[in-house]
């Protein structure tokens, strides 16, 4: 099977503690044909530090060093300089499950849908007394939906329990185009 690039798009902003694990969740990736866009948001720890190096090891990664904007702005400025025609999103604090591009690329090449939405696990730590969990997320419970489904994709998750969060599965990038990415004036979500 003739693999399509994914452009996965991950905002970073003082996360030291947790970056080196979710790049390294990616470099894992069975599948390989990807491209990891690292939007350092104006970190003021070694975060950048830490992107900058992953880049020098991987030429699939890219590092963009902005002022501090936001985490929408960052997911547009790596959408702006994304190559594939598939964009998946990443938190700074998430890890992949290691067939995730796998198990939706294969969705992907065979059906081709707009939105591809996946499931996550939510792991908890013990972070000085405070609870604290990240997500893996994986490819279970995948669903798919064209572009006129795009509130659907996003009630699926609801019913699943889960907000409509974006890191949670593929989109044609042309898709995000076309409702002009992601609204700058919210800097969460």
Not at 109 to 128: A, F, M
Not at 135 to 154: G, L, M, T, Y
Not at 156 to 164: A, E, T
Request: charge should be negative; hydrophobic fraction near 35%.
């Amino acid at each position: 099977m003739n693999q399509q690039l994914i452009s996965i798009v991950l905002p970073v902003y003082n996360a030291e503690k947790y970056i080196s694990n979710t790049i390294s969740s990616i470099l894992k990736q069975t599948y390989k044909k990807w491209q990891l866009i690292l939007i350092d948001d104006g970190s003021t720890d070694s975060s950048g530090k830490l992107c900058d190096k992953f880049a020098e090891m991987d030429s699939r990664i890219i590092v963009v060093h902005q002022k501090n904007m936001g985490i929408c702005a960052a997911r547009n400025n790596g959408l702006k300089i994304a190559e594939g025609s598939y964009i998946a999103f990443c938190d700074h604090d998430d890890e992949y499950d290691l067939q995730m591009l796998e198990q939706l690329a294969l969705i992907m090449n065979t059906i081709s849908p707009d939105i591809i939405k996946c499931g996550c696990v939510e792991i908890y730590l013990d972070d000085n007394e405070k609870v604290y969990f990240k997500r893996k997320i994986v490819p279970s419970n995948s669903q798919f939906f064209d572009s006129s489904e795009r509130k659907e994709a996003f009630d699926f998750k609801y019913s699943q329990k889960y907000m409509g969060y974006i890191w949670d599965g593929l989109y044609k990038k042309e898709l995000l185009i076309s409702i002009n990415g992601f609204d700058e004036r919210m800097h969460f979500g």
